[in-house]
């Protein structure tokens, strides 16, 4: 494998019995322009990753994992002040087929196809056992390595988790995007035009609505639904249940402390389903629900985040 860098107060769970909790989220989260972000594209044999870096390098690792439809510059605009500021060394990586990283055949992009690709990502990194911090569908990936790579992994936090096999939605115009006749019209042509209209709407849907923090509404639209992360979209999805239902059985073996953190006002998914199903296979997992929280937990309460996935065990302590 050819790898080359190129710069460009104490938690208040519930029993064990029960291992969740409702958590004060009234911070104030971290926004800070002066947080400085490193990009760098990672080499992989013949494929490249987009990864963006902040934070001191001799710091505790943590890569952070964006959920389907978005970029690894949204989940790191939003943690990286938090994170950076505290002493870690933060990481975010476009998933394949995302902004500015390599695609794959869509039918490939699956969460064990992605697991196995991250894990490389991991060792091109040279950075040693991390914590991964895993939006939604991007838990999915983050269990799957956690499965096939127990020793790269310190810890796991799942905010707002979408992991459970689900019964598919509708996403009409995704479906279409794939399809043999009119998909290269929508994924070219139809997608592009709506999404600086349609990614706003979508942020905001996804904030709890008594949320202090906006949307991101300043991020690369056209970037986001190039054609590559279209059909990456699809990929995941038409793979999702198949391996996740093959996972199940298998997450027993996951050892390291995993937080898994969900807003009770998320109108995206039907959280506290996904969230009860982890608590099934996981035997070390606690539960923290944020009561004025959306699906983007981390954009209204980065500050609760980092305190919480300290204070369980899921990174080591490293206070500035």
């Known amino acids: 494998m050819a790898v080359v860098m190129q710069p460009t107060a104490d938690l208040p769970f519930c029993p064990r019995a029960d291992r969740r909790s409702v958590v004060d989220d009234r911070d104030v ?17 013949d494929d490249h990753v987009h990864c963006l870096e902040a934070g001191p390098p001799a710091g505790p690792p943590i890569i952070l994992l964006h959920g389907l439809a978005t970029l690894g510059a949204e989940i790191m605009g939003a943690m990286a002040p938090t994170l950076a500021g505290r002493g870690y060394r933060v990481m975010a ?20 196809r992605q697991a196995e690709w991250l894990g490389q990502v991991i060792d091109g990194l040279g950075v040693g056992p991390m914590t991964i911090m895993a939006h939604s569908s991007g ?18 936090v799942l905010l707002s988790p979408f992991v459970r096999p689900t019964r598919p939605a509708p996403a009409p115009l995704l479906r279409l995007s794939v399809s ?20 706003p709407l979508m942020m905001k849907t996804a904030l709890g609505p008594d949320q202090d923090q906006g949307a991101p509404v300043d991020l690369p639209w056209r970037t986001l639904s190039q054609e590559t992360a279209i059909l990456a979209m699809a990929g995941e999805l038409l ?32 959280v506290r389903d996904h969230v009860d199903w982890l608590a099934t296979h996981l035997k070390q997992t606690r539960t923290a629900w944020l009561p004025r929280q959306g699906h983007l937990v981390h954009h209204g309460a980065s500050e609760t985040v980092a305190r919480l996935m300290t204070e369980a065990g899921a990174i080591p302590s490293r206070m500035h």
Not at 29 to 45: F, H, K, M, Q, Y
Not at 180 to 199: K, S, W
């Open 29 to 45: 989260s971290a926004r800070s322009s002066g947080t400085t972000l490193n990009s760098r594209v990672i080499a992989i044999d």
């Open 180 to 199: 043999p006749m009119i998909g290269p019209v929508v994924r070219r042509g139809v997608l592009p035009i709506l999404a600086p209209v349609l990614g």
């Open 93 to 112: 990586v476009d998933r394949p087929g995302y902004g500015g990283s390599s695609a794959w055949p869509y039918r490939a992009n699956t969460p064990r």
């Open 139 to 156: 838990a999915a990936v983050a269990l799957w390595l956690a499965v096939l790579r127990p020793t790269a992994v310190l810890g796991l």
């Open 239 to 270: 793979g999702f249940n198949a391996n996740m239902k093959a996972i199940a059985n298998r997450l027993e073996e996951v050892q390291m402390p995993v937080l898994v953190v969900g807003g009770r006002k998320d109108r995206v998914i039907a």
